[in-house]
């Protein structure tokens, strides 16, 4: 159960971290079964960029046990309510390389919108979450500000493009949250929240599990981390599923997505995408008379602003109405 200061903290800044949430013991079972995802981290380059290994509850036992805890999905009921649903699952890492790993400003409901916003993403901390080595900032209150826009030319970039107001932008570093649990702990944040995380800086790897959970009552209507339903979506963690959806007022876009891989080194002919990336209301066949309508060029301004993993630096830049980047 959170004390009324912590629901209160969370609702006020979008963002709230508990520490000893697990044992010692525990933490250590969770790094043994990471250790043997080491040749799959590898493959995705986990020594030189972070890497967001999905759907993890589907590759060890001990990842699916921890999504439905009642030590995690306690404190998330008492800010969403008592019926829970998996939405997506992850591990991420940094590599333990100086300057490696940054992660831009951004939300998590534009990647994947749904009827309601009642969505938050739990982080377990494998090992404690510091400035030094990268751990996330949120910009307090940012959540009250409803989905921000995401987009270049009509593409989404995974990185926010908006300016934010004066009473909500940070002139520095000490307006953010650094968000620091140890080892064990947890942090829980908004998907309205805007967040991003610095490149580490230390020669040691940071390693956190992310269950991203939604009230059962919102259901998702288009997007996923890359596109596709993820295999875990859906899952009911807590309480029951009433059957009912809840719609909140709004005009929300949705995520008009192309493949990360891409680079202004690719031909223009590689630089397409299909409709059905970004509508969960398409049948089987109009995804096959779309396939064959004329391809659509993804802009060079829109690749270049969709660097969701960034190499090096500290803070990344975020748009304020004055000033094109942040000062730290």
């Known amino acids: 159960m959170l004390a009324n200061t912590q629901k209160h903290n969370f609702w006020r800044d979008g963002v709230l971290t508990i520490n000893d949430v697990l044992e010692a013991s525990e933490v250590a079972e969770l790094k043994t079964a990471v250790d043997v995802l080491s040749d799959e981290l590898k493959k995705e380059g986990s020594d030189e960029i972070a890497v967001h290994l999905q759907e993890i509850t589907t590759k060890h036992p001990i990842f699916r046990s921890l999504a439905k805890s009642p030590k995690i999905t306690s404190a998330v009921a008492d800010l969403l309510g008592p019926d829970l649903q998996l939405h997506h699952s992850k591990l991420a890492t940094k590599p333990p390389r100086e300057n490696k790993g940054g992660i831009c400003w951004h939300q998590d409901f534009p990647f994947f919108p749904h009827t309601n916003t009642s969505l938050a993403a739990v982080m377990v901390m494998l090992d404690d979450a510091t400035p030094f080595n990268g751990c996330m900032y949120v910009i307090p209150g940012s959540h ?9 030319e009509g593409w989404f970039t995974r990185c926010c493009q908006e300016s934010l107001p004066d009473n909500i932008a940070p002139l520095n ?15 829980i944040h908004h998907c309205l929240a805007l967040h991003c995380s610095p490149p580490n800086q230390s020669c040691q790897r940071r390693r956190g599990l992310v269950f991203q959970y939604r009230a ?55 630089k397409i995408t299909g409709h059905h990336q970004y509508r969960s209301d398409i049948g089987h066949k109009t995804r096959e008379w779309n396939a064959s309508q004329p391809k659509e060029f993804v802009s060079d301004d829109a690749i270049e602003a ?23």
């Open 173 to 187: 570093e000490a307006d953010m949250i650094p968000v620091t649990p140890l080892a064990g702990g947890i942090s």
């Open 216 to 270: 059962a009552d919102a259901i998702q209507l288009s997007g996923g981390p890359y596109s596709e339903i993820p295999a875990d979506c859906g899952w009911q963690v807590s309480g029951t599923d009433s059957g009912y959806v809840r719609c909140e007022a709004g005009a929300w876009k949705l995520p008009k997505k192309f493949s990360g891989r891409l680079t202004n080194a690719l031909d223009k002919s590689e």
């Open 144 to 152: 009250k500000l409803g989905p921000l826009d995401h987009h270049i």
């Open 306 to 328: 969709s660097a969701f993993a960034l190499p090096e630096g500290q803070l990344p830049s975020l748009n304020r109405p004055n000033s094109d980047s942040m000062k730290t």
